[in-house]
């Protein structure tokens, strides 16, 4: 990398000179899996009455459920982030920062770009409706679209909590990760004996927050210090439990279905996953060392939060202009619309990549304290943060339509204004 490409991507927030890169290239791992099963999974084609229908092909395979347990990378992701959590506060305690300097400072890396992307979705689903688009339509690829922003309201609530849950760790790290792991079991048995599935809604708490546990064990050390034979042991325990709760119907086989709203699978799925990790740690740091792996993590890993938030339109935008060609849309499932993945996905990447140059600028606002200003007071901070939580967790209930879209996009408008320095 060449030493403009390495500023801009710590200003960025990905720091590729620190010793452990496995971390940045596991995280931009797991980006580009989500956008390769988004665009296995939107399947858009004409029905016998002529009319728009979506399906899922990749779910309809039988050997998708075996692979999800593989391709369902969210575990992985939330602990990495809690890894970088938990070095980002322990630098920072050492230089004198706050807890609300800590949660700003994690905040302003999504508030802004969260706010770009919810003001298109409100132009676009507005437009749409007003141009007398079919509301079945517009209503499903607008729920579609609006899958990931889940992610917004665990990203937050993990932060928040992350100085506390840190503590904790430091404390008592085992008796503090199976507290977490006791609570979301509780979560699933009570929504399977009631089957009342807002239940398990507490989980979006308890799940997430037992994956970012893991990853302070990785900043701990102890992840690369308990031996193979440790983690293959646990590893294959996680996953044993995980057979098992599939064997009796507490799980789905497909772990997609795991995780709205998510089940402790998930959590031995991020035990699994996180051993794997450990015990790849060698080779892939080997890897990170080539200059290949390093331009791949710095290409994506700069504008990581652009490519998630932005992924799914963009492939939608070109599923919708081939379905304006004729014969430029194959049966979904069917050879031909296997065949023609490749090319959508370099078109959806080409298109991506274009509006990153735009849009990735939100994602590096500054987070320092210009002269004449000072830090905005803690209880801004912590508004922000329950502005940023609500909208998208309105979202992942209800789905995303056009109220909730402007709802979020002016939620998220404050936030960046609450977020702000204050006069001195």
């Known amino acids: 990398m060449t030493t403009a490409q390495t500023e ?5 927030g990905l720091d590729l000179s620190r010793r452990d890169l ?13 956008v390769l099963a988004h665009l296995l999974l939107i399947g858009v084609g004409v029905d016998s009455s002529g009319a728009f229908a979506i399906t899922k092909p990749l779910t309809e395979q039988p050997w998708f459920p075996a692979v999800s347990v593989v391709g369902q990378v969210m575990p992985l992701f939330f602990a ?3 890894f970088a959590a938990s070095v980002g506060w322990t630098s920072l305690q050492r230089r004198g920062g706050t807890y609300s300097d800590f949660l700003r400072g994690r905040l302003l890396r999504l508030a802004p770009p969260a706010a770009v992307v919810f003001a298109f979705f409100t132009v676009a689903i507005g437009a749409a409706r007003l141009l007398g688009a079919p509301s079945g339509l517009v209503d499903a690829v607008a729920a579609g ?16 909590a992350a100085p506390a849950m840190i503590a904790l760790h430091r404390r008592m790290p085992l008796r503090t990760l199976s507290a977490l792991a006791a609570a979301a079991v509780a979560v699933d048995a009570v929504r399977l004996a009631t089957d009342i599935a807002a239940v398990g809604l507490l989980n979006s708490a308890f799940v997430w927050l037992f994956a970012q546990q893991l990853g302070f064990f990785y900043a701990d050390g102890t992840l690369l210090r308990v031996g193979r034979r440790a983690l ?7 996953l044993a439990l995980l057979a098992a709760g599939v064997a009796t119907k507490v799980y789905a086989p497909d772990m997609l279905q795991n995780q709205y709203p998510p089940l402790f699978a998930l959590g ?33 890993g700069s504008r990581l939060m652009t490519i998630y938030l932005w992924h799914l339109p963009c492939i939608v935008a070109v599923i919708g202009c081939c379905l304006l060609v004729p014969g430029w849309t194959p049966a979904p499932g069917s050879a031909a619309w296997w065949g023609s993945r490749p ?10 990549f274009a509006l990153s140059l735009v849009v990735v600028r939100f994602e590096r606002t500054p987070t320092a304290i210009p002269a004449g ?3 905005p007071p803690a209880w801004r901070v912590l508004a922000a943060a329950a502005l940023m939580y609500l909208a998208p967790f309105l979202v992942m209930v209800h789905g995303l339509d056009l109220v909730l879209a402007a709802t979020a996009l002016a939620t998220y408008a404050l936030a960046v204004v609450l977020l702000r320095p204050v006069r001195a």
């Open 373 to 375: 200003r000072r830090r």
């Open 145 to 160: 679209v609006g899958t990931p922003l889940w992610f917004l309201a665990a990203f937050v609530l993990c932060q928040a």
């Open 22 to 34: 496995v971390v940045d290239g596991a995280r931009v791992a797991c980006v580009i899996v989500v």
């Open 343 to 352: 090319l959508v996905l370099v078109a959806a990447a080409a298109l991506l």
């Open 232 to 238: 293959v042991a646990y590893g294959v325990g996680a």
């Open 268 to 300: 031995l799925i991020g035990v699994a996953q996180l051993c794997v990790l450990g015990l790849a740690h060698p080779l892939l740091t080997a890897v990170m060392r080539t200059r290949v792996a390093r331009g791949v993590t710095f290409a994506v």
């Open 80 to 82: 990495l982030g809690g």
């Open 8 to 12: 801009r991507a710590a200003a960025a």
